[in-house]
């Protein structure tokens, strides 16, 4: 008889939280089913059952992340405020923005995954749409690059301590408003 629980409350949730942990700690290849249904309370074959496999388990992780970008980001004034949201998003999410972004970890056909990647690249391109690229000589696809770019750029060094000397103990937000201003004047 064993002393773990015969049912589960949400094995699902309590997996991709588990799993989230230890990206965050650890990167995401330091994830084993087997250690996440150890630490869930569960038999080692009871994440297969959600999951399927490990690469299952990260595109799920990152269809929730861009479920949460998509959120983060709908409701942007303009250009700067979308990337300060996406700036804040990877700060809040740091597992979850790791995962999104490394397609070889992921199942690249999921229905979830391209149907969560197509709602958050439509919220940013909503906020790019209001800047005059060709008052910079480009088109809008370009700016929308750049504007990603910045962001995403921005996040990653902020992520990796990167930015620590140059942040200091100023607020990165305030730091990403004023570089994005530097490059997109009207927005």
Same mark, same amino acid.
């Given at each position: 008889?064993?002393?773990?629980?015969?049912?589960?409350?949400?094995?699902?949730?309590?997996?991709?939280?588990?799993?989230?942990?230890?990206?965050?700690?650890?990167?995401?290849?330091?994830?084993?089913?087997?250690?996440?249904?150890?630490?869930?309370?569960?038999?080692?074959?009871?994440?297969?059952?959600?999951?399927?496999?490990?690469?299952?388990?990260?595109?799920?992780?990152?269809?929730?992340?861009?479920?949460?970008?998509?959120?983060?980001?709908?409701?942007?004034?303009?250009?700067?405020?979308?990337?300060?949201?996406?700036?804040?998003?990877?700060?809040?999410?740091?597992?979850?923005?790791?995962?999104?972004?490394?397609?070889?970890?992921?199942?690249?056909?999921? @229905?979830?995954?391209?149907? /969560?990647?197509? +709602?958050?690249?439509?919220? =940013?391109?909503? !906020? &790019?749409?209001?800047?005059? $690229? *060709?008052?910079?000589?480009?088109?809008?696809?370009?700016?929308?690059?750049?504007?990603?770019? @910045?962001?995403?750029?921005? /996040?990653?060094? +902020?992520?990796?301590?990167? =930015?620590?000397? !140059? &942040?200091?103990?100023?607020? $990165? *937000?305030?730091?990403?408003?004023?570089?994005?201003?530097?490059?997109?004047?009207?927005?």
């Amino acid at each position: 008889m064993s002393d773990r629980p015969y049912h589960h409350g949400d094995l699902r949730r309590a997996i991709l939280g588990a799993a989230l942990d230890v990206i965050a700690a650890d990167g995401p290849s330091a994830l084993s089913l087997r250690d996440l249904a150890r630490r869930a309370g569960v038999s080692h074959a009871a994440p297969a059952h959600h999951f399927r496999d490990r690469t299952g388990l990260l595109t799920a992780i990152a269809a929730e992340g861009f479920g949460l970008l998509a959120a983060a980001t709908a409701e942007a004034s303009d250009l700067k405020d979308a990337g300060v949201r996406y700036v804040r998003f990877a700060r809040e999410h740091p597992a979850h923005f790791q995962v999104m972004f490394a397609p070889d970890l992921l199942r690249a056909d999921d @229905l979830e995954l391209t149907t /969560a990647r197509t +709602l958050a690249g439509d919220a =940013l391109r909503a !906020a &790019v749409a209001p800047v005059r $690229p *060709e008052d910079h000589g480009t088109d809008a696809r370009l700016a929308g690059v750049a504007a990603w770019s @910045l962001a995403h750029g921005f /996040a990653t060094l +902020l992520l990796s301590h990167n =930015l620590d000397d !140059a &942040v200091g103990g100023r607020d $990165p *937000e305030e730091i990403f408003r004023t570089l994005a201003g530097l490059l997109f004047r009207s927005s």
